[in-house]
């Protein structure tokens, strides 16, 4: 049996993001025991999406500007084109997660969420997975990009779609209880 995982997680997302890569992890994280916080550019909810249909909201629980990294111990980006692209534009995105890796916290990182890793300078010599199409991308940002259902390098998880969320999960747990 697994030891609960007594952290504080930060999900940073805003709309359209796919809802199984949110919903599935948080609520895995919260069943293990985790604190979870969805911090995203405004208050109220964000909306999912199932590939390119609207799903369901989630509601926020702070808004970003708000937050401080030194506050939480992980990091959770899911995907969604929509969500990522909105995201990587965002400075205190971009910052967030910047202080999420030089404290060496572990980041989870799915489907389009690497274009926000590459927005904020942090792809350089990393080897990571994601949606197909962000291959050219995650190399033209001096990163190795493969085609796996999950990747672990360091303190990094990334993983490419929702049909990879067990394994996407089961990496991210491992990380958080080393």
């Keep these: 049996m697994s030891h609960p995982i ?6 940073l997302a805003t709309d359209g993001f796919e809802e199984a890569e949110l919903v599935q992890p948080m609520q895995a994280l919260r069943q293990a025991g985790a604190q979870v ?3 995203a550019p405004h208050q109220g909810s964000i909306q999912g999406y199932n590939h390119d ?8 629980d702070r808004v970003i500007d708000e937050a401080s990294p030194d506050d939480f111990d992980a990091l959770l980006l899911p995907g969604g084109a929509l969500n990522a692209d909105a995201m990587r534009m965002v400075p205190q995105v971009q910052r967030f997660i910047k202080a999420m890796q ?4 572990p980041m989870a990182v799915i489907c389009h969420a690497p274009w926000e890793l590459v927005s904020a300078g942090l792809v350089q010599g990393r080897t990571l997975t994601s949606w197909p199409s962000l291959q050219d991308d995650i190399r033209n940002a001096g ?9 672990v390098d360091d303190n990094l998880v990334t993983s490419r779609k929702p049909a990879d ?14």
């Design 6 to 11: 007594k952290k504080h997680i930060a999900v």
């Design 37 to 39: 916080e969805v911090l």
């Design 53 to 60: 249909t609207k799903g369901d909201k989630v509601p926020v």
């Design 102 to 105: 030089d404290a060496h916290k």
């Design 143 to 151: 990163g190795t990009w493969v085609d796996r259902e999950v990747v």
């Design 165 to 178: 969320i067990p394994a996407f999960n089961r990496e991210f747990m491992a990380l958080l209880n080393r």
